[in-house]
């Protein structure tokens, strides 16, 4: 099982909650099934691979407010 991933020629994006701010998480779109997650400020550092319906599932509960402390 091949568990590393070329994303040199990914296109990042950051979240649209960013404001511009350097504590950001970045993803890459355009990948079937995952979404690579990475460290703003490391670029060049490992990216995290989630299964698309995780994140999906991860970022609704964050809205819906389920995760918090």
Same mark, same amino acid.
């Given at each position: 099982? !091949? *568990?590393?991933? %070329?994303? @040199?020629? /990914?296109?990042?994006? *950051?979240?649209?909650?960013? !404001?511009?701010?350097? !504590?950001?998480?970045?993803? /890459? %779109?355009?990948?079937? %099934?995952?979404?690579?997650?990475?460290?703003? +400020?490391?670029?060049? @550092?490992?990216?995290?691979?989630?299964? /698309?319906?995780?994140?999906?599932?991860?970022? *609704?509960?964050? +809205?819906? @407010?389920?995760?918090? /402390?």
């Amino acid at each position: 099982m !091949n *568990t590393h991933t %070329d994303f @040199g020629c /990914a296109a990042w994006r *950051t979240s649209s909650y960013s !404001n511009g701010q350097a !504590n950001c998480v970045e993803v /890459a %779109d355009g990948y079937a %099934d995952v979404l690579p997650v990475r460290d703003s +400020k490391d670029p060049q @550092g490992p990216a995290l691979v989630f299964p /698309a319906d995780g994140w999906a599932a991860f970022v *609704t509960a964050v +809205k819906g @407010g389920d995760l918090a /402390a």
